[in-house]
T-cell receptor, first 113, second 111 residues
């Protein structure tokens, strides 16, 4: 049963610390999305990749956030330094370029204290 | 970015009732998607629509692609407790391969 895998599921960290979230997309998918979900803002698109190349990261605060795909089986989202306002659930999703829909992971719930 | 507004924001209904919700966009969409999110989980794709006027069903769910291409509708018939969750519309933005989500409709079904 193919699925998107995200780690960790939960992360509590202190303000100023670096946070790295990982995502293993479904094998064969060539598009990877990163979303942030909060009560106030809903599901915000942070960045997305096609064939491991970043296509758009305009939704991401550039000064502290970075997203990469070191290989086809791993996408990472880093926050450095983290701030309390970064507390949210971060979702990774994967799909096919040019086709519709994306399959979501279970998310990483981040709490920055 | 894209503006996708959903209404209503939340609904409380009795088990067995039918549900209707909609989604409107500030720009034309070529594809409309409907997702459901259960508590503690990621959204799951329910229905995809690809053509203006298209009506597609998935069990008790029926979705329509509005003819203006700026809106879409989701209906759930004979609701059951497991229909509880947040329903999102989504669609590709100007880049055609990104995916923006609506504000969500939170559904509560009272047994």
């Amino acid at each position: 049963d193919a699925r998107v895998t995200q780690t960790p599921r939960h992360k509590v960290t202190e303000m100023g610390q670096e946070v790295t979230m990982r995502c293993q997309p479904i094998l064969g998918h060539n598009t990877v999305f990163w979303y942030r979900q909060t009560m106030m803002q809903g599901l915000e698109l942070l960045a997305y990749f096609r064939n491991r190349a970043p296509l758009d990261d305009s939704g991401m605060p550039k000064d502290r956030f970075s997203a990469e795909m070191p290989d086809a089986t791993l996408a990472t989202l880093k926050i450095q330094p983290s701030e309390p306002r970064d507390s949210a659930v971060y979702f990774c999703a994967s799909g096919w370029f040019g086709a519709s829909g994306a399959f979501f992971g279970q998310g990483t719930r981040l709490t920055v204290v | 970015g894209q503006q996708l507004n959903q209404s209503p924001q939340s609904m409380f209904i009795q088990e067995g009732e039918d549900v209707s919700m909609n989604c409107t966009s500030s720009s034309i969409f070529n594809t409309w998607l409907w997702y459901k999110q259960d508590p503690g989980e990621g959204p799951v794709l329910l229905i995809a629509l690809y053509k203006a006027g298209e009506l597609t069903s998935n069990g008790r769910l029926t979705a329509q692609f509005g003819i203006t291409r700026k809106d879409s509708f989701l209906n759930i018939s004979a609701s059951i407790p497991s229909d509880v969750g947040i329903y999102f519309c989504a669609g590709p933005g100007a880049g055609a391969n990104n995916l923006f989500f609506g504000t969500g409709t939170r559904l509560t079904v009272i047994p």
